[in-house]
């Protein structure tokens, strides 16, 4: 503890980055004019393997206790020269970073005040780092069982490659079955597979996989700890249907006596309150809609139970909830679209024959309302002349979505030479502002559609929409041509952004994720950090944290699911030992400490009548330390008397 | 400190005001990094000194910070709802409310004193704050222009 405290001081120019607004020469020579220090030296970069080397040198050859490094944020290097300090023998919490190139040499011009507050930055940083002490990482388990949030493709694949890679996976949906919005796709672009075909094996794949626990119709309602060790409540709500005793006869869906819409079908047809979502649903079994279910009490309508000859109903069935830990999360909470009934110019969507890009979808498929053949809500006629308007709702930051949904371009393309494909006399009209093809194929699609195909395109917004007979009149302008256009459709299809859905709405606020001013959940870095949360060990797939195609949102599932398997690969994960310390010499047992801990790291130790910190539970914040009356808890290396030393050294130095 | 004829003419009292700048590392504190690599221009009066949370600072530093000869505290943090440690910045902000009043009544100028809230990617309302806060205390005389400190007689 009394040892003498030989503080080296490297000063890196970082090119010129830092060297052309401070003054380097002058910098050194104030630092070891005014500081006790052992050794001040510089290098054009200290990152490099020479400054590197120069650090550990030095080092060893001037017996060096304590290093500062005055170069970039702490968020850049911290790791390079504290991992560097340690292979020379030093304990890496004894080196400090003053960040003398983003907080002076990038936002400043004068170069004699930068260089003078240099040198108080690197004045007062000495001041922190002699009063440092040797710290170890604490040792923490893993937990090694990864949560996937959300049954969409990007959660089914995120869950498949965790589980291929040999951890457990608990999958959690909170529909009834997984697939997602994929699920009631017709065909995809630009290759246009069937939807079905290419979802529906993965779908079995996760039902079938030994590692992989399925939860659907659950919901996640509330989580705790840290990575490595989240502790997460999740309310598994009841199916009123054996999934296993159930053999799909359909028996009960013909004596129900309940008929709602269909929500698969974006309510384009009628269900039962007792269902399957659709054909090849997982897992394969039917379910209770609890809401619309004549009260899920025999004495009022048993009938679906009465026909059931394997006994699979059981309107007994109560939520659970279920309790488990995991080392990693991932968030698959997908989107909603953009609601048509939002859009005034085009009829809030009130009228049956304006439609939005996903109730489009159905009427394509093969297992939809109209069994694939195109027909009109409003009367059944199959139409001979379609409008689909892009960017319905979508950039229009006065009145709509500002933002570009990157899909509805080419969907409406999608969508136009199906119709084409289906209705050979029909005519497609796309009113576009840019047709937007970014991605592989896309563009040559899309011409295949406009020249080949003769889709017709016309570049212009749909200002109204009005009835007019058994039509539509749809009113624009091309703005190619500089003339209103007026055209009579027989149906119109909205190409409709996309927006957060509730769940990933909900799922930000449990697991306090942050959002985007449009409330897409935010990446840690939004070009080299695309699937990691700001918060370690959470990470995110897919459109929670914005518009994606497939390929896009399928490549992040896998990404986010090899980060994950990073961390349930190690059995133990190491954890700032920055935290707190009581001395309970001074303490009186006040409690204040305890009331303001956000995490309830810190308890009276009944036996030994002490106060004692969690060290496991200890996030750092060191909101015990400002609070404590008697200065008794203190943060290691982050202690009162410190931090007072380094603020009298900014104004004096 | 002297003055020129010009700056006294302009109102500035205090050409070079020295302010103590916490940091919080989650928020303010890559704010601020990111006006670096941004490459925006704020006075380099503002000195800075990170802190985990904002919920750390004692209000004995926001005191002596001015004792040491600080003429003015510019505390930064998360904005409600986005602390890494859930609370810290609630905690600050009814602690540092109380050193706001108290210092108030002692007769520091309530300039001297902000507590604000700056997210990770808000470096333009960092540069905003920081910049505001100097040419704020450019008008008023050095905190100890006279022998007691402070601004009782304003």
């Known amino acids: 503890m009394d040892e003498k405290k030989k503080v080296g001081v490297f000063v890196c120019h970082c090119g010129r980055n830092i060297a052309q607004t401070v003054d380097i020469e002058k910098l050194m020579e104030k630092v070891r004019e005014k500081y006790d220090v052992e050794l001040v030296e510089d290098n054009m970069y200290m990152c490099s393997d020479p400054g590197q080397n120069l650090l550990k040198e030095s080092i060893q050859a001037k017996n060096l206790n304590r290093v500062i490094v005055a170069a970039c944020s702490r968020d850049m290097h911290e790791p390079t020269f504290r991992s560097a300090a340690q292979e020379a023998g030093l304990n890496p919490y004894l080196v400090e970073i003053a960040n003398i190139r983003e907080q002076v040499s990038w936002v400043h011009d004068d170069k004699e005040k930068a260089t003078e507050k240099a040198s108080k930055i690197i004045g007062s940083t000495i001041e922190k780092v002699i009063r440092d002490e040797p710290l170890e990482p604490l040792k923490i388990p893993v937990v090694q069982r990864a949560l996937v949030i959300g049954g969409g493709i990007a959660g089914i694949q995120a869950a498949l490659d965790i589980a291929d890679a040999g951890y457990e996976v608990t999958l959690v949906e909170k529909s009834p079955t997984i697939g997602g919005h994929m699920a009631q796709l017709a065909e995809t672009f630009p290759t246009l597979d069937c939807s079905q075909c290419i979802l529906t094996p993965k779908m079995v794949a996760v039902s079938r996989h030994p590692k992989i626990n399925l939860l659907t119709t659950s919901e996640v309602v509330s989580v705790d700890g840290y990575v490595g060790n989240f502790k997460v409540q999740i309310r598994k709500n009841p199916r009123y249907v054996d999934v296993d005793k159930c053999n799909l006869c359909d028996d009960c869906t013909a004596v129900c006596p309940v008929v709602v819409h269909d929500e698969y079908n974006q309510s384009l047809s009628p269900r039962k309150a007792i269902y399957i979502p659709f054909p090849q649903a997982v897992p394969a079994s039917y379910v209770i809609d609890e809401e619309t279910c004549l009260g899920i009490d025999p004495l009022i309508c048993s009938k679906c139970k009465d026909v059931c000859l394997v006994e699979a109903i059981n309107f007994d069935m109560q939520p659970e909830i279920i309790e488990e830990e995991f080392g990693a999360i991932i968030v698959a909470t997908g989107y909603d679209t953009y609601p048509i009934e939002n859009i005034g110019e085009y009829g809030y969507g009130a009228h049956p024959d304006i439609i939005s890009g996903l109730d489009f979808e159905r009427l394509l498929s093969a297992n939809g309302p109209t069994q694939g053949v195109i027909r009109r809500p409003s009367d059944g006629k199959v139409p001979k002349t379609v409008v689909f308007v892009h960017c319905a709702g979508s950039r229009d930051p006065a009145k709509h979505l500002p933002y570009c949904s990157k899909i509805c371009c080419m969907y409406s393309t999608k969508h136009a030479l199906q119709y084409k494909h289906l209705v050979h006399d029909g005519t497609a009209i796309n009113f576009y502002i840019d047709v937007r093809t970014a991605g592989k194929d896309y563009e040559e699609f899309y011409k295949r559609a406009a020249e080949e195909e003769k889709v017709i395109y016309v570049r212009g917004k749909v200002s109204e929409i009005i009835e007019d007979g058994d039509q539509l009149l749809v009113k624009g302008v091309d703005t190619l041509l500089g003339e209103a256009v007026e055209v009579h459709a027989d149906l119109v299809v909205l190409a409709t952004g996309l927006v957060p859905s509730k769940g990933t709405q909900e799922i930000s606020h449990l697991l306090k994720l942050s959002c985007d001013s449009k409330g897409f959940l935010k990446e840690a870095h939004p070009k080299l950090k695309p699937v990691e949360s700001a918060l370690s060990g959470i990470f995110i797939a897919g459109t929670a944290s914005g518009p994606k195609d497939i390929p896009e949102t399928v490549s992040q599932a896998s990404g986010a699911a090899a980060k994950a398997a990073t961390i349930l690969a190690s059995e133990f994960l190491e954890r700032e030992p920055q935290i707190a310390q009581v001395d309970p010499t001074t303490c009186g047992l006040c409690h204040t400490c305890i009331n303001v801990c956000p995490y309830g790291a810190i308890y009276l130790d009944e036996g030994v009548r002490r106060i004692t910190v969690r060290e496991a539970l200890c996030e750092g914040c060191g909101s015990c330390a400002a609070a404590c009356p008697s200065g008794s808890i203190e943060l290691k290396n982050s202690t009162s008397e410190g931090i007072r030393a380094q603020i009298k050294a900014l104004l004096q130095g | ?154």
């Open chain 2, 1 to 154: 400190m002297s003055t020129s004829k010009q700056e006294q003419e302009s109102g500035i009292k205090n050409p070079n005001p020295k302010i103590v700048l916490f940091l919080c590392r989650w928020c303010s504190g890559k704010g601020a990094d990111l006006a670096g690599t941004s490459r925006l221009n704020y006075p380099p009066n503002v000195l800075p000194i990170m802190v985990n949370c904002t919920s750390r600072i004692d209000p004995r530093f926001i005191v002596e910070a001015f004792l040491d000869g600080a003429d003015g505290v510019l505390v930064t943090g998360c904005h409600f709802g986005d602390c890494h440690y859930k609370t810290g910045n609630y905690k600050a902000y009814r602690r540092l409310s109380l050193v706001a009043k108290l210092l108030k009544q002692v007769g520091v100028n309530p300039k001297r004193f902000r507590l604000t809230w700056i997210s990770a990617t808000e470096a333009t309302k960092f540069v905003k704050v920081t910049t505001e806060m100097v040419e704020d205390l450019k008008k008023l005389p050095p905190y100890w222009s006279n022998e007691n400190g402070g601004d009782s007689d304003e």
